[in-house]
């Protein structure tokens, strides 16, 4: 847009996800540290850069967090389809790496061992770890509106996107529930928030906030990932419309008086009937995901254009309706095929018709998770028993390639050449840097640009052909 301001029906998005992940080894003769497990994971990119944390060929971002945990944050996408495909390209890059390390250590220890990599949200120890969702979001917005409008559709919606935890109390919808303090904020470490307010756009910061939601569920369920970031996406849409037209949201009415007993109150009912104490009143868990249901079913009516393919949009309302409806017939059972807590509980009572004990229960809890080798979930993926909206010829793609249509496919055409190369480089998600005796850096502010500035192109020329750079 000519003044750097969209329409109140531009709803054009970036999205991406962060997802840390747990480790664990089996198999040694003695304690065998997450740290440990972590370094041997590394240890190919170590010796190849020099570093654990590095830019890939498809756009996206692999490093070694705090406490030992893997993360990887995928490339900016348009939609949420090219989102997944990333995410599940994520985790086949940390199955990889987790089987070269499996084979490295077992060598070394003279043994057979296993390496478990975790797609969950909390250990045995009760350590908690996240899975971090990035909407880009109209600078128009105020925060106050994200606590208003947003949270308690987050709250809620572990209805239907929550993973599943055998917890002290039972079991409960969501992994994540007990970690989660205050409802927006901007600490990560003295009181865990459900939406991040550091003000990092990596973006036109006079445009654009990016919007760090923290409080999901780390899911197995391809399709439970899809469908959370295309639901969020459309709930956004409501809240942007509303703040560029100068109205404030009706769905302000229902912020939530406690945001932190909510959801542990949610997580704990998956029937959806508990009330919640709102500002005005008070609504159960299921009837409030009612109203935002009702609410971008109208919008994606109205509008021609809302920033998504429609057909994700549609099916996302689709799912969405059906899962209500399920939810309010108490018939969980048939979300077992998409729903990761009811996939999980399905699994769970099986295992109590066979007279499992406890021990089996938690065992199953954890392997459900487990990306490098567990049995649970592959089995139902094996067995037709869980759906997904990729094949798995689109995820190994997004494994090489970047996404096509952001500038993510600049970052990724500059690693893939510099890194055939002979001089020194670096790169984040908005700067190009290209070494030696005459340092060239291209900034890239725009993450809807996928074509690039000149000077891009003149750096690549000079990868490519060895010609002198741009100055």
């Given at each position: 847009m000519a003044d750097g301001q969209g329409t109140d029906s531009d709803f054009r998005r970036i999205f991406?996800?962060?997802?840390?992940?747990?480790?664990?080894?089996?198999?040694?003769?003695?304690?065998?540290?997450?740290?440990?497990?972590?370094?041997a994971m590394f240890r190919p990119l170590i010796e190849k850069h020099g570093s654990t944390n590095i830019y890939l060929p498809n756009g996206a971002r692999l490093y070694l967090d705090v406490g030992s945990h893997p993360e990887y944050a995928t490339a900016e996408a348009r939609d949420p389809l090219t989102a997944l495909k990333q995410v599940l390209a994520g985790e086949r890059i940390m199955t990889d790496l987790a089987?070269?390390?499996?084979?490295?250590?077992?060598?070394?220890?003279?043994?057979?061992?296993?390496?478990?990599?975790?797609?969950?949200?909390?250990?045995?120890?009760?350590?908690?770890?996240?899975?971090?969702?990035?909407?880009?979001?109209?600078r128009r917005v105020p925060l106050d509106m994200v606590g208003a409008c947003l949270?308690?559709?987050?709250?809620?919606?572990?209805?239907?996107?929550?993973?599943?935890?055998?917890?002290?109390?039972?079991?409960?919808?969501s992994q994540r529930a007990d970690f989660?303090?205050?409802?927006?904020s901007s600490s990560t470490t003295r009181a865990r928030p459900m939406v991040n307010t550091r003000d990092e756009p990596l973006a036109d910061p006079e445009r654009w906030r990016r919007l760090h939601v923290i409080v999901g569920d780390t899911n197995r369920s391809p399709l439970a990932t899809w469908f959370k970031m295309a639901s969020t996406h459309l709930v956004l849409n409501l809240i942007e419309q509303a703040c560029r037209r100068g109205c404030r949201p009706d769905l302000a009415d229902w912020a939530l008086a406690d945001p932190g007993a909510a959801i542990r109150a949610v997580s704990r009912d998956r029937t959806g009937r508990v009330?919640?104490?709102?500002?005005?009143?008070?609504?159960?868990?299921?009837?409030?995901?009612?109203?935002?249901?009702?609410?971008?079913?109208?919008?994606?009516?109205?509008?021609?254009?809302?920033?998504?393919?429609?057909?994700?949009?549609?099916?996302a309302l689709h799912l969405w309706r059906s899962a209500l409806d399920a939810l309010d017939a108490g018939r969980w059972q048939d979300?077992?095929?998409?729903?990761?807590?009811?996939?999980?509980?399905r699994l769970l009572k099986g295992l109590n018709r066979r007279g499992a004990g406890q021990d089996l229960a938690d065992a199953m809890d954890l392997d459900y998770h487990d990306l490098s080798a567990g049995r649970s979930f592959p089995g139902l993926v094996r067995h037709g028993l869980m759906r997904s909206p990729v094949d798995d010829s689109e995820v190994e793609h997004a494994m090489n390639r970047p996404p096509e249509d952001t500038r993510a496919r600049l970052r990724g055409?500059?690693?893939?050449?510099a890194d055939t190369g002979t001089r020194t480089w670096s790169c984040d998600w908005s700067h190009l840097v290209l070494g030696g005796s005459r340092r060239v850096e291209v900034g890239l502010p725009d993450p809807f640009d996928h074509l690039g500035p000149p000077r891009y192109h003149c750096l690549m020329d000079f990868l490519k052909s060895a010609a002198e750079p741009c100055v």
């Open positions: 991406g996800i962060e997802t840390e992940y747990g480790l664990s080894l089996t198999g040694a003769s003695g304690p065998y540290t997450a740290g440990r497990v972590a370094m089987e070269r390390a499996r084979k490295h250590l077992a060598e070394n220890l003279g043994r057979p061992v296993k390496v478990h990599v975790f797609a969950n949200n909390v250990d045995a120890q009760g350590h908690a770890f996240g899975c971090h969702e990035n909407y880009l979001l109209d949270v308690p559709f987050l709250v809620t919606r572990q209805l239907i996107t929550g993973a599943g935890r055998l917890s002290p109390d039972g079991f409960q919808l989660l303090d205050e409802a927006v009330t919640l104490a709102t500002k005005t009143g008070g609504i159960s868990a299921l009837n409030l995901q009612e109203t935002y249901w009702s609410a971008c079913n109208a919008l994606v009516d109205q509008q021609e254009d809302i920033g998504i393919d429609r057909s994700q949009a549609l099916r979300l077992a095929d998409w729903v990761d807590w009811a996939a999980k509980l055409e500059f690693v893939r050449a």
